[in-house]
């Protein structure tokens, strides 16, 4: 019998790489990839990506782009689908994830899971 495989681990092994130096998680940013940045300059800066939708908790399906930086791996979820499009999210559940304080997420007892969304203000 196979061992059993998780689907995050399986799927992170199809995800491409955009590089191999870690990334810092930060307030606005994972790495190269940051809140606001368009899809244009996303794919700029890293070329390959894995494009698909993530259907979310409640199963209604957003855009997304998976891409590798280090060892994680980085969803960035654009506003829609097209190349002039802004990165509204990122997130990663990566366990050798590090925020910018060098405290790492995954772990028992620690950040589980990493999602940076832009704040939009609304005038009242």
Do not use: F
């Not at 990839?33 to 794919?43: M, V």
């Amino acid at each position: 019998m196979q061992d059993y495989v998780p689907p995050s681990d399986s799927a992170a092994a199809l995800v491409p790489r955009c590089r191999e130096a870690p990334a810092t998680i930060a307030a606005d940013s994972i790495g190269p990839l940051r809140i606001g940045q368009s899809l244009a300059a996303l794919i700029q800066k890293c070329p390959q990506v894995l494009v698909g939708w993530d259907w979310g908790d409640e199963g209604v399906p957003e855009p997304a782009l998976a891409v590798g930086i280090g060892p994680i791996v980085v969803v960035a979820t654009p506003e829609d689908t097209t190349t002039g499009a802004h990165v509204v999210i990122l997130s990663t559940a990566s366990p050798s994830a590090r925020t910018s304080d060098g405290i790492p997420i995954g772990m028992p007892n620690r950040i589980r899971s990493v999602t940076i969304r832009r704040r939009t203000l609304r005038p009242d």
